[in-house]
């Protein structure tokens, strides 16, 4: 392809392409040490742009035991513009959006590098998950929670890790479910829920005790 100049030369357009067979090598690479890490990315269909990223949640958080999905996007211009990343769980955290799922992280943005890789990426989303960074927020209702309710913020997130992130989200349905039968209201039974991380014996506790 090739527009004509000014003195009616022709000249070739480059036109922005992924670079497919690197991405093709990160799969790759990414499958090596998956039982090592946690983190796959695979690709959604026949198309590489569009691939599904896979972390487990970091220990000692209120996110471990969950597995969360991330949508990723590779722009024509891959790798020398970052990819886009949203995660496709839903989770409670300062930066990500609990509507939309979009993430606020810097090597998504301005600091994104070549050298960097699709895995490098998932795990700097990974390390976000264990160090939020309120004063930076993606979702400013979570931020405040977490700066000014810290304990309702951990109990918020444990249970949307419990309801989102797990394979056996069902149980958090199956929880309510038992607990209303028991003859408390459905409203009552999820707020306690949600309080003490879907824990049910605690959350029997505190609805015995009123």
Known sequence: MSQRGEWGFSFPVRLKMI??????????ECSKDVEESGI???????????????????????????????D????DGYPFEPPKMQFATKVWH???????????LDILKDQWS???????ALVSVQALLSAPQPDDPQDAVVAKQYLQDHHTFV??????TE?????SSLGVEEKVQKLVEMGFPEDQVKSTLEA?????NLALEKLCSG
């Open 94 to 104: 300062p930066n990500v959006s609990s509507q939309s799922g979009a993430i606020c």
């Open 114 to 120: 070549p050298a960097l890789t699709l895995k490098t």
């Open 19 to 28: 670079d497919f067979a690197r991405v093709q090598k990160e799969l790759q």
């Open 40 to 70: 796959k990315v695979s690709p959604k269909s026949d198309n590489l742009a569009l691939l599904i990223g896979s972390i487990p949640g970091p220990i000692g958080t209120p996110y471990e035991g969950g597995t969360f999905q991330i």
């Open 155 to 160: 109990g918020t997130a444990r249970y949307w």
């Open 163 to 167: 309801t989102f992130a797990k394979a």
């Open 72 to 75: 990723i996007t590779l722009p």
């Open 196 to 200: 003490v991380g879907g824990d049910e």
